[in-house]
Nanobody
Framework: QVQLVESGGGLVQAGGSLRLSCAASLRTFSMHAMGWFRQAPGKEREFVAA????????YYADSVKGRFTISRANDKNTVYLQMDSLKPEDTAVYYC??????????????WGQGTQVTVSH
């Protein structure tokens, strides 16, 4: 059974940083693109960032471009989301997801349970 487990969420002041991690129990992790999504209370889930299987290509939502960085370590079956210059509007539950990498747009098959990120004023 495939599992994606997020960690690293928490409470941080505006302007601060957090680093999220997502560990995947995927034997074919290096064949999967990985993505981060988030869902704020009362809002729909939205795309945050994605990275190709090799890590050579990455994609970001306009709202996080220049502040967030997605990366991966295929030898550790882990994807990361470095979040800097955090804003209160970044408050949400953050989810990681995996998709076989046939090129974008990615069709995500596996999802984690999420980790809460709260940014205070």
């Amino acid at each position: 059974q495939v599992q994606l487990v997020e960690s690293g969420g928490g409470l941080v002041q505006a302007g601060g940083s957090l680093r999220l991690s997502c560990a995947a129990s995927l034997r074919t992790f290096s064949m999967h693109a990985m993505g981060w999504f988030r869902q704020a209370p009362g809002k729909e889930r939205e795309f945050v960032a994605a990275i190709s299987w090799s890590g050579n290509r990455s994609y970001y939502a306009d709202s996080v471009k220049g502040r967030f960085t997605i990366s991966r370590a295929n030898d550790k079956n882990t994807v990361y989301l470095q979040m800097d210059s955090l804003k209160p509007e970044d408050t949400a539950v953050y989810y990681c997801a995996a998709a076989r990498d046939y090129g974008p747009p990615y069709d995500y098959s596996y999802w984690g349970q999420g980790t809460q990120v709260t940014v205070s004023h």
